[in-house]
């Protein structure tokens, strides 16, 4: 039971870090429009 409720929170962890890296990119972008 423990061992399913890690995996799940460390799946969740990466999703989370997925996110913030394409947020990070999705802005770097936006500040930075190619003329």
Same mark, same amino acid.
Request: hydrophobic share 55%; proline share 3%.
């Given at each position: 039971m423990q061992e399913m409720? @890690? $995996? &799940?929170?460390? #799946?969740?962890? &990466? +999703?989370? +870090? @997925?996110? $913030? +890296?394409? +947020?990070? $990119? $999705?802005? #770097? &972008?936006?500040?930075?429009?190619?003329?």
């Amino acid at each position: 039971m423990q061992e399913m409720f @890690t $995996a &799940v929170f460390r #799946n969740i962890k &990466v +999703l989370l +870090l @997925t996110i $913030a +890296l394409e +947020l990070k $990119a $999705a802005i #770097n &972008v936006l500040r930075k429009p190619k003329s």
